[in-house]
């Protein structure tokens, strides 16, 4: 299942595992980076750069809106993704300029504009701004006042009454939200605190992110394989009576099951999901490996938007070393690990972070939000059985 060590490992050592592209001719997100600055200091963030302001000049984004080649999306929308440090430290006018130049492809309904935001400064003009490009938005918060300890400002004061005033903000204005939770080692004993309390803001939709160690979090309180699947079966239970609150990684668990055989079976195309940082530097495969230092991969940079287009960079970037290294990682979790057909080998970043190299197959993540997941399915459809 696992790898037996987690070695250095050349894209040479596996050439039988390197013949075949295992990436999407095209995005279906790009992140965009607007600023590396956040006014938060969550203890378990990952950006080394979120005390300082960089923020991304209009040029860059017209870079990228104009490098979006006519045949994208061939289906969907291509999703542009506002995320890290803090993109409303910017301001709304900050932001509207960014915006601008993907407006045509929004109102052609070829692009979404999605924000992730920690909520502390939404205010009236940035539900306005929210409303106008209608964006869809992410809030981050981990659960109740008590399970929200780890999102401090730089004095080490609670965040939590301003992410709440944030929400209530949004709220008012009639704007959706979804919810993004970081479960630590101290959480996992509270899936139902959490989940009721999240479900009570009015959230439709959750993603539940174990915490990882991963760029400047080198610390993380990643909890073990058991607590995680506790936590699981908790959260699958209370699941099951609260079909009005999506959980993202049940229900991707749960869609993967209805399918058949052959669609079990089938590979998937993973996304390189470009993120493109405030000097328009692009990274592929984590947003986590943006402003990570790694002379060995030259630091993930695969170009810039002011040099290149896009396509070119994605193109070119299927040679870097750690794009190939990755490939030949994902080509040992299929010929080795028993969860492959669900996971498909799951986030670049971890594998770096934990391992020092992409060709590495099992990390934390892989124990705590696949493996555990899994069996916790497991663990209660056990239960059900006893009880009939
Ligand atoms: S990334 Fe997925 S497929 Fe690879 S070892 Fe981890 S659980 Fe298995």
């Known amino acids: 299942m696992a790898v037996e060590s987690q070695e250095y490992l050349t894209v040479a050592s596996y050439p039988q595992l390197d013949q075949r592209c295992w990436f999407a001719a095209e995005p279906e997100t790009i992140i965009m980076q607007p600023t590396t600055l956040c006014n938060v200091d969550c203890a378990y963030c990952y950006l080394p750069a979120r005390s300082k302001k960089r923020d991304m000049t209009p040029d860059v984004s017209m870079a990228v809106a104009s490098s ?168 699958f239970r209370w699941s099951r009576d609260h079909a009005d609150m999506k959980v993202r990684e049940i229900e991707r668990l749960l869609e993967f099951l209805t399918l058949d055989r052959d669609e079990r079976a089938a590979d998937t195309k993973h996304d390189l999901i470009p993120t493109i940082g405030w000097d328009g530097d692009a990274v592929l495969l984590s947003p986590e490996l943006l402003g990570a230092h790694a002379p060995r991969y030259g630091d993930f940079i695969a170009g810039n938007v002011l040099n290149d287009p896009l396509p070119v960079i994605l193109k070119r970037g299927l040679e870097l070393s750690y794009v190939r290294e990755f490939q030949v990682g994902i080509g040992r979790c299929k010929a080795t690990c028993d969860y492959f057909a669900f996971c498909q080998g799951s986030h670049a970043g971890n594998r770096f972070f934990e391992h020092g190299t992409f060709s590495a197959t099992e990390t934390e993540h892989c124990r705590t939000s696949t493996q555990a997941l899994v069996l916790a399915l497991h663990d209660i459809a056990h239960e059900e059985r006893e009880v009939v």
């Open 68 to 235: 979006i080649p006519d045949q994208w999306p061939s289906s969907g929308r291509l999703e542009i993704v506002w995320h890290g440090g803090e993109p409303l430290t910017i301001g709304p006018k900050g932001l509207a300029a960014l915006l601008g130049p993907f407006e045509v492809l929004r109102r052609a309904e070829r692009v979404r504009q999605v924000i992730q935001t920690n909520a502390t400064l939404i205010t009236d003009e940035w539900c306005d701004l929210f409303a106008e490009y209608d964006m869809a938005v992410g809030v981050s918060i981990d659960g109740p006042r008590a399970m929200n300890r780890l999102r401090v400002d730089r004095r080490g004061g609670e965040v939590f009454d301003r992410v709440i005033a944030g929400i209530e903000k949004l709220k008012e204005h009639g704007i959706p939200f979804t919810v993004i939770a970081v479960i630590s080692q101290d959480t996992t004993g509270h899936a139902k605190e959490i989940l009721d309390f999240i479900a009570g803001l009015g959230c439709p939709h959750l993603g539940l992110n174990m915490e990882e160690k991963e760029g400047a979090n080198t610390h993380s309180r990643t909890p073990d394989f058991e607590q995680a699947r506790r936590f699981w079966r908790d959260a």
